[in-house]
């Protein structure tokens, strides 16, 4: 019997963080007090922190063998033999169905919430399975896990979505997801071997110039969100471009981790231990926050 010590190591609950962009749609849709959306909003998050989980299951039972030959991922609960591969796929299931469980506890909009989570299941799936060995094609799936992250919070809580917020969610996502694939990178040209199948696809020139085109056009599309007339209209403001100049200070951060300090390699730990950032997105937030819903 597999300890819960070790079934949270192979769910990594702490990789739900990245789930929060299912409640962008209720923040910026004006409705972060509305009972019934924080309901909703709340069931979508913890329905994708489980299908997530149970993408984890299948990722470590498919990379089993290469991971017990890393220095680091040889510790995951799989390849150290705490949880075994039959072990590892009802966790898997498990975590599935209690995911479509709650769904049916959604109001609204619940089997299309639904059919966006089947959507990036069956995504993540193919890119455990084969996707992930593509340079590009993997970051960009990886971006697009996050679209449909904000697709499900939109329906769930009937907030229609901005084309720039859609956007501006892919090329964020996508510009930490070029800033992770450099540490593999830097890792590959230290020990001359590559962390993962697609590294040689990369290298640090083509790496740089995409983390520096992608920033640059996530900025133009976050300013292009908060003067387009549609979310200065339901905002009620003209000032929601005044926190353009959070989002550039957390930008060009992340990019001093990952150019100076070399450490980019998991986004979700960047924001939990770096204190700066953690500030940049304080500000962030209670700045919109005071505009939104207080101005």
């Not at 993997?138 to 809580?157: E, N, P, S």
Request: glycine share 4%; aromatic share 12%; net charge positive.
């Amino acid at each position: 019997m597999a300890s819960i010590g070790n079934i949270l190591k192979l769910i990594r609950p702490k990789q739900w963080l990245k789930n929060i962009f299912v409640c962008v749609p209720m923040f910026f849709g004006g409705s972060l007090f509305d009972m019934a959306d924080i309901t909703a909003t709340v069931v979508t998050f913890f329905a994708f922190c489980f299908v997530a989980s149970s993408v984890y299951c299948f990722n470590d039972i498919i990379d089993v063998e290469a991971d017990r030959r890393h220095p680091v991922k040889c510790k995951r609960a799989i390849a150290s033999g705490a949880i075994t591969v039959p072990q590892a796929y009802v966790i898997m299931v498990v975590m599935f169905l209690l995911s479509l469980s709650l769904l049916l506890l959604l109001r609204v909009n619940r089997w299309e919430t639904m059919m966006v989570i089947l959507a990036y299941y069956i995504l993540n799936l193919g890119y455990c399975a084969r996707l992930k060995q593509y340079a590009v094609l993997d970051v960009c799936i990886i971006a697009f896990g996050f679209v449909l992250r904000l697709l499900a919070g939109g329906l769930a809580t009937e907030v229609a979505l901005s084309k720039w917020i859609v956007l501006m969610t892919f090329l964020i996502t996508l510009f930490m997801s070029f800033a992770k694939r450099r540490d593999d990178v830097l890792r590959m040209n230290e020990t001359g071997e590559a962390p993962r199948a697609n590294t040689i696809r990369y290298n640090l020139t083509f790496i740089n110039q995409a983390i520096t085109i992608t920033a640059s056009v996530t900025l133009v599309c976050y300013i292009m969100y908060t003067v387009s007339p549609e979310v200065t209209g339901r905002a009620n403001s003209d000032y929601l471009y005044l926190t353009s100049v959070f989002v550039l200070l957390g930008m060009l951060r992340y990019i001093q981790i990952a150019v100076v300090d070399e450490k980019s390699g998991d986004p979700t730990k960047v924001m939990l231990r770096d204190r700066f950032m953690q500030l940049v997105v304080f500000l962030w937030a209670l700045s919109f926050l005071i505009i939104l819903y207080i101005l």
